[in-house]
C-alpha cells in the first residue's frame, strides 16, 4: 500500500524513459555548472571594479540574470517533463540568453565566456526535450 508521499507524487513511481533521463541529467548539469559561473561572476564585481559604476551594475547584472536563468531552469526540470505552461517562457528565456552570451563572446573572447556560452548551449538544447510546457 502506497504511503502518503508517494500518494501525492505519483510521477515518482513512473519509470523514466532512458533518453528523457540522459537529456534531464544533462540539463541539471548545464543549470548547476551555470549557477557556479553566475555566482563567481557576480562575487568577481568588487574585484573589478573600483567604485560603483554603470560598468560594474552591467558586471553584476549579467551575473544575477545567469543565476537567475539557471533558478529557473533548475526549477522546472523534475523526474518527468515539465508540462506547467511557464515551461515555454523557460525555454524561449534559454535562447535569448545563448543568443547574447555569443554576442557577448564576440565582444569578449575570454575562456571563460566559452565555457558560460557553452553551458547555456547545453541547458538550452537540453530544455527542448525535458521542458515540454503544456500540449
Given at each position: 500500500?502506497p504511503?502518503?508521499?508517494?500518494?501525492?507524487?505519483?510521477?515518482?513511481?513512473?519509470?523514466?524513459?532512458?533518453?528523457?533521463?540522459?537529456?534531464?541529467?544533462?540539463?541539471?548539469?548545464?543549470?548547476?555548472?551555470?549557477?557556479?559561473?553566475?555566482?563567481?561572476?557576480?562575487?568577481?564585481?568588487?574585484?573589478?571594479?573600483?567604485?560603483?559604476?554603470?560598468?560594474?551594475?552591467?558586471?553584476?547584472g549579467?551575473?544575477?540574470?545567469?543565476?537567475?536563468?539557471?533558478?529557473?531552469?533548475?526549477?522546472?526540470?523534475?523526474?518527468?517533463?515539465?508540462?506547467?505552461?511557464?515551461?515555454?517562457?523557460v525555454?524561449?528565456?534559454?535562447?535569448?540568453?545563448?543568443?547574447?552570451?555569443?554576442?557577448?563572446?564576440?565582444?569578449?573572447?575570454?575562456?571563460?565566456?566559452?565555457?558560460?556560452?557553452?553551458?547555456?548551449?547545453?541547458?538550452?538544447?537540453?530544455?527542448?526535450?525535458?521542458?515540454?510546457?503544456t500540449?
Open positions: 500500500m504511503d502518503a508521499h508517494h500518494a501525492a507524487h505519483p510521477v515518482a513511481e513512473s519509470p523514466v524513459d532512458p533518453a528523457f533521463a540522459r537529456w534531464r541529467r544533462a540539463h541539471r548539469a548545464a543549470s548547476y555548472v551555470l549557477a557556479v559561473l553566475a555566482l563567481i561572476h557576480s562575487a568577481l564585481t568588487a574585484t573589478l571594479y573600483a567604485s560603483w559604476s554603470a560598468n560594474a551594475v552591467w558586471f553584476l549579467t551575473g544575477l540574470g545567469l543565476l537567475l536563468l539557471s533558478g529557473m531552469n533548475l526549477a522546472h526540470v523534475g523526474l518527468g517533463p515539465c508540462t506547467l505552461p511557464t515551461a515555454r517562457a525555454r524561449a528565456a534559454n535562447w535569448v540568453f545563448v543568443a547574447f552570451g555569443v554576442g557577448a563572446f564576440l565582444a569578449v573572447p575570454e575562456p571563460q565566456a566559452a565555457i558560460i556560452v557553452a553551458a547555456l548551449a547545453l541547458q538550452a538544447g537540453a530544455s527542448q526535450r525535458t521542458l515540454r510546457g500540449a
